[in-house]
């Protein structure tokens, strides 16, 4: 089983929509849970972190965590062109010296 | 600030060949890591280094070896390259403090292994 664990895609949203992205994760003691866009090509860049059961918006973004379900989401409101890009979502635990490890990522498309 | 710089941005290798490649960060961060990158598996730890003088095994360390030069410089080096080491490598560094922590990533190695 992998340790964090992400829908490959491709996920097709119309502009204007609401994209979901989803991510499980195995180990219960993690206690830091990331979300980081890559566009084609280029390196990844942090654009949310969540350490606390519930939602916590940022402009157009919204992560959801549930420790009890070792779930954690990203929403995407009023999706635009420019999100088209793989979504990886990061989790740093307390074993293995605090190391933050990576899903492999959702591809996200949004269609003009 | 330049934040993480990466040298170079893309190398081919014939097997068995040996190479180093170099990082750098000027934001004054103790933590630094080296990354893979190849399809459908995301990014996996090489290496790790928590602070100046320290370097630690990640995931997949087999075939590699780092050193942490100074605070900001972060090195891997490929001692006898493979077909299999062909991939995209990022170098990382970060603060972090308690559960917090930013990653910030390189521009990238695009590396060929023949």
């Known amino acids: 089983q992998k340790e964090v664990e992400q829908n490959s895609g491709p996920l097709s949203v119309p502009e204007g929509a609401i994209a979901s992205l989803n991510c499980t994760y195995s180990?219960?003691?993690?206690?830091?849970f990331f979300w980081y866009r890559q566009y084609s090509g280029k390196s990844p860049e942090l654009i949310m972190s969540?350490?606390?059961?519930g939602d916590k918006e940022d402009g157009r973004f919204t992560a959801q965590l549930n420790k009890a379900s070792q779930y954690v989401s990203l929403l995407i409101r009023d999706s635009q062109p420019s999100d088209s890009a793989t979504y990886l979502c990061?989790?740093?635990?307390?074993?293995?010296?605090?190391?933050?490890?990576f899903g492999a990522g959702t591809r996200l498309f949004v269609k003009a | 600030n330049a934040g993480v710089t990466q040298t170079p941005k893309f190398q081919v290798l014939k097997t068995g060949q040996s190479m180093t490649l170099q990082c750098a960060q000027d934001m004054n961060h103790n933590s630094m890591y080296w990354y893979r990158q190849d399809p459908g598996m995301g990014l996996r730890l090489i290496y790790y280094?928590?602070?100046?003088?320290?370097?630690d095994k990640g995931e997949v360390p087999n075939g590699y070896n780092v050193s942490r030069l100074n605070k900001r410089e972060f090195s891997l080096r490929l001692e006898s390259a493979a077909p299999s080491q062909t991939s995209v490598y990022f170098c990382a560094s970060s603060e972090v403090w308690g559960a917090q922590e930013t990653q910030y990533f390189g521009p990238g190695t695009r590396l060929l292994v023949l």
């Open positions: 280094s928590a602070s100046e003088g320290t370097t």
């Open positions: 990061a989790v740093r635990g307390d074993t293995g010296g605090f190391k933050t490890i």
């Open positions: 180990d219960r003691g993690s206690q830091s």
């Open positions: 969540i350490y606390s059961n």
